[in-house]
Nanobody, 116 residues
């Protein structure tokens, strides 16, 4: 059985930083495409950052230069480092792992709130 467990998000002031993690069991993240998605009320879930099995990464334009996605194969965990956070980064962040971004398995989500 596959489980993706996101770490607790939190409340951060604008300009601050936060790192969230996605720990996996039942699936080897290094063999899959792993991504962080963000959802806000009334909007579609959007890809924020992704990392392929080959370590190539992709980012939403809105977070380029501020967010970094990384993977620790030994811990079977993917991280999202978020710097210079903005109020518009507020949302529920979901971890996703599968053959392609948006497919496969999802975590339960973690709330990130950025105050102005």
């Amino acid at each position: 059985q596959v489980h993706l467990v996101e770490s607790r998000g939190g409340l951060v002031q604008a300009g601050g930083s936060l790192r969230i993690s996605c720990a996996a069991s039942g699936i080897i993240l290094s063999f899959n495409a792993v991504a962080w998605y963000r959802q806000v009320p009334g909007k579609q879930r959007e890809l924020v950052a992704g990392i392929s099995s080959g370590y190539s990464t992709k980012y939403a334009d809105s977070v380029k230069g501020r967010f970094g996605i990384s993977r620790d194969n030994a811990k079977n965990t993917v991280y999202l480092q978020m710097n210079n956070l903005k109020p518009e980064d507020t949302g529920i962040y979901y971890c996703n792992a599968g053959n392609s971004y948006g497919l496969g398995y999802w975590g339960q989500g973690t709330q990130v709130t950025v105050s102005s």
